[in-house]
């Protein structure tokens, strides 16, 4: 109604409310460093795509006559009533793409009442951020580093700063063969700003020969090599749980018997994820791993979703397939690259009235109706 109204005076929005647009705009409009960092994707893009084909074999089958004036859109997760079955992703070095920032982000989730996620690679202290949000929920995003001090410094800034859940991501333990990264050598990720959350941590800083103003590249190549740890194994998920009392969250499962160890382990949550397509080149869609992982351990732990989310019917998709909630990732990566903030408050709301939308047309009033029955899979 608001975009009609003001229609009338005529006002336009000013980015495509069409989300899966606005690749192409930020292809137009962002140098080819941001965008091919935002856009790229592993290899030849195969499981990129492979997560919008996966969504879009399954097909809505609308309702009628089912009273759906009186909708409500939110849920219960990880311990807190949320507004909508949404959460921001976390994304690296966002000052890539715009000045506003991780900040900006936050305070565009914040002013929906979304949860924002913090990426340990953010471009702006995890404390700064906390500010921008204000009382809504924020959750941190581990990139479990080799150096148990830096992980232990981490957890503990993340909790005297108020987030509530830790996602613990698992499939990044090296990055991928991005060919839109390489062929720009990285530059936009190496711009020196990337890696705050470390750079200003007393722990990785003990680590440094030289403070980080003296020698940045000595840094950068320091946190090159301890950000993650590949040795990391199912046994060391005790050492998470021994310094974090939140809930936790392991973000990049994609086999039912991976879901099954995470529930063992005792993990409230996990991600059904590819990582946007940015890991494993050939990898299976994301949306075709959700069914058999809901069936696994869809009654023992919260079972999020992510990988290829751009619209509010993909969102009803997840959610009937048994995702209790879905994390949006490029989308707000273009909004707040296109226009900062406000970019990222336009990509949230266009989202979630179109969900709102789905819901209300297919015959539903509440995120928590939705089950498989509301949808067919096509073949194609
Ligand atoms: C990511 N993603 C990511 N994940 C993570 O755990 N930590 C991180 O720092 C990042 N950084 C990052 C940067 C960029 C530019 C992108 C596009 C993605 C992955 C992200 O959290 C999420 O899994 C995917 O983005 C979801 O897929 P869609 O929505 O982009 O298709």
Redesign the pocket.
């Known amino acids: 109604y608001e975009i009609y109204l003001n229609g009338m005076t005529g006002a336009v929005p000013r980015l495509p409310t069409d989300l899966t647009r606005l690749e192409e705009v930020a292809e137009a409009r962002l140098g080819p460093g941001p965008v091919g960092?935002?856009a790229g994707s592993a290899g030849s893009g195969r499981t990129a795509r492979a997560?919008r084909d996966a969504l879009d074999r399954w097909q809505i089958v609308p309702r009628m006559l089912r009273d759906v004036q009186h909708r409500d859109l939110s849920v219960e997760l990880l311990g807190a009533r949320l507004p909508a079955p949404l959460a921001l992703?976390?994304?690296?070095v966002l000052s890539i793409l715009h000045p506003d920032a991780e900040s900006g982000a936050a305070r565009a989730a914040a002013a929906q009442g979304v949860p924002f996620t913090l990426?340990s690679?953010s471009s702006t202290p995890m404390e700064q951020v906390a500010e921008a949000m204000g009382e809504a929920q924020r959750w941190f995003?581990l990139?479990w580093p080799k150096d148990r001090e830096v992980t232990e410094s981490l957890l503990a800034r993340a909790k005297a700063a108020g987030y509530t859940a830790l996602i613990v991501?698992l499939d990044?333990w090296l990055l991928a063969w991005r060919p839109r990264d390489l062929d720009q050598a990285y530059l936009p990720f190496l711009h020196g700003v990337g890696t705050a959350n470390y750079f200003t941590d007393p722990a990785f800083q003990a680590g440094l020969a030289k403070p980080v103003h003296e020698d940045p590249n000595a840094a950068v190549l320091h946190f090159v090599n301890m950000f993650a740890d590949p040795t990391k194994t199912w046994d060391d998920l005790d050492f998470l749980r021994e310094h974090w009392d939140g809930p936790i969250v392991l973000?990049g499962i994609l086999h039912p018997d991976d879901a099954r160890r995470a529930a063992d382990a005792g993990m409230d949550g996990i991600v059904v994820?590819n990582?946007?397509g940015?890991q494993v080149n050939g990898a299976i869609g994301a949306a075709d791993a959700l069914p058999g992982v809901v069936q696994a351990v869809g009654d023992r732990l919260t079972v999020l979703f992510?990988?290829?989310?751009r619209t509010g019917d993909d969102i009803f998709k997840a959610l009937a397939l048994g995702a209790r909630a879905v994390?949006?990732?490029?989308?707000y990566?273009y909004g707040l690259g296109l226009d900062g903030q406000p970019g990222v408050e336009h990509v949230i709301r266009s989202v979630l009235a179109e969900f709102d939308l789905t819901l209300a047309l297919s015959g539903h009033t509440s995120p928590t109706q939705l089950t498989t029955d509301a949808l067919t899979r096509t073949n194609a």
């Open positions: 960092y935002v997560n992703a976390p994304v690296g990426s690679a995003q990139y991501t990044t973000k994820s990582h946007g940015r992510d990988s290829g989310i994390l949006l990732g490029r989308p990566a």
